[in-house]
């Protein structure tokens, strides 16, 4: 045990890794020495609770994410489906934790991509929006919505990670579709705020250089309109 290798997970601004000691050698537990509180190497995990060994919940986790019926788990490994779903989404949220510590941070994104996914199910009609920096491949973000109808709301939460990433010094590219609300949404959330030394809240502006394009499809199969470009600094065609 090397309590000089670990971090305390606790939100304390004054902790760090040279202020721990281990607490319970046997049961692997660190103790804070700023903010008093103990804690193992899993704590914040999914893993943080041992009554399960960690290579089931993974398996599980693992099988879940592959379209394994929960079902089929419950037969498998004799768990119930509460205990499969807590695992589920305490790895869902721990992997949302991970994405905004390391993804969304300010890099210059030059080409993005946002698309929408319409999935029938039996409970009904699923949207799944997503972003993606088109230079590296990189998945900005992705949101989930049970409505029938895109909307105001599902394509602001979608931008809301891309406008965390994105640089206001930099120029920016963002191609969607045709959807109307698309090039109002776009103008509304992709702006910084922009301080010139005055007391008060900062104007919000667009960056330098941010462009829409919108893609917009025609009836007949492989037959494109032209695509029209929008300027996000004067928010007209």
Known sequence: MNAHMLFCPHPARSCGARNLWIHDRRRDRYRCTVCRRTFTPRTGTPLAHPHTPAAIVTQVVTLVSHGCPIPAIEAAFALDRRTVRCWVTAAGQHAERVHQHHVLQPRDLQHVQADEVRVRTQGGIVWMVMAVMVTTRLWLGGVVSPQRERDRTLITALLTPVQRSAQIT????????????????????????????????????AGPGGVLV??????RPGVWQPWSKLDLRRGRR
Do not use: F, I, W, Y
Request: hydrophobic letters at 30%; glycine letters at 8%; proline letters at 5%.
């Open 170 to 205: 930099r120029r920016l590219l963002l191609v969607t579709d045709g959807l109307q609300v698309c090039s109002t949404v776009t103008a509304r959330v992709l702006r910084q705020p922009q301080r010139r030394g005055d007391s008060g809240r900062p104007r919000l502006r």
């Open 214 to 219: 919108q893609v917009t499809k025609q009836s």
